[in-house]
């Protein structure tokens, strides 16, 4: 079982839909997660960074962590054509040295 | 603030030959992470470097190194290349790995 699941889609909503992506994860030392949204042939550019549990909202991206539940949430509003790409989520614990990815949510938003 | 860069973008070679990639990070950024992604197996960790040392390492053959310059800028080193190893190679830094981790463009990798 890996330690990050997340569904690899593809995903395709219309324009203007609340789009929600999901992961869930086994290691419950993990303490920081992060979002990051990867355009086709670029490097992942960082969304969203929460430690611990709780919502984070940043315009139309909205992050919540479940701890409890070992589960991660990123909810797009009013969902844009620009906003499709492929979503990572990713996640560390304390003291670890690096970031546990999951495989990728691929995203289309139809106009 | 200037971001992530990693030279060359693109490089093809053949089975057999080295290759050495190169990564500068942000300003003031003393932890740089390497990975590979393709598209079986999404994004794998290879190694962290603060402060000219190794760190940690993820479950790479020894034909994978790297290594990180008193400046910060951070080379990584793949031997005796393999099909396998076509990929896109990506640079991370941040303060500290727990740290937001921004990534640069990365450097994709073709073996044939």
């Known amino acids: 079982q890996k330690e990050v699941e997340q569904d690899p889609g593809p995903l395709s909503v219309p324009e203007g839909a609340i789009v929600s992506l999901n992961c869930t994860y086994s290691?419950?030392?993990?303490?920081?997660f992060m979002w990051y949204r990867q355009y086709s042939r670029k490097g992942p550019e960082l969304l969203m960074y929460?430690?611990?549990?709780g919502n984070k909202e940043d315009g139309r991206f909205t992050a919540q962590v479940d701890k409890s539940s070992k589960y991660i949430s990123l909810f797009i509003r009013d969902s844009q054509p620009s906003d499709s790409a492929t979503y990572l989520c990713?996640?560390?614990?304390?003291?670890?040295?690096?970031?546990?990815f999951g495989q990728g949510t691929r995203l289309t938003i139809n106009p | 603030k200037a971001g992530v860069t990693q030279t060359p973008r693109y490089l093809i070679k053949t089975r057999g030959q080295q290759v050495t990639l190169s990564c500068s990070p942000i300003?003031?950024?003393?932890?740089v992470s390497w990975y590979q992604q393709t598209p079986g197996q999404g994004l794998q960790f290879l190694f962290e470097?603060?402060?000219?040392?190794?760190?940690n390492k993820g479950n790479f053959p020894g034909r994978f190194s790297g290594r990180q310059f008193s400046n910060s800028r951070s080379e990584m080193n793949v031997s005796t290349l393999e099909l396998g190893d076509s990929a896109l190679y990506l640079c991370?830094?941040?303060?500290?790995?727990?740290?937001?981790?921004?990534f640069g463009p990365g450097t994709r990798l073709t073996v044939l």
């Open positions: 991370a830094s941040s303060l500290d790995p727990h740290n937001e981790q921004f």
């Open positions: 290691n419950s030392a993990f303490q920081y």
């Open positions: 929460t430690y611990s549990s």
């Open positions: 990713a996640m560390i614990g304390q003291g670890a040295q690096k970031l546990v």
């Open positions: 300003s003031g950024h003393r932890s």
């Open positions: 470097y603060f402060s000219e040392t190794q760190r």
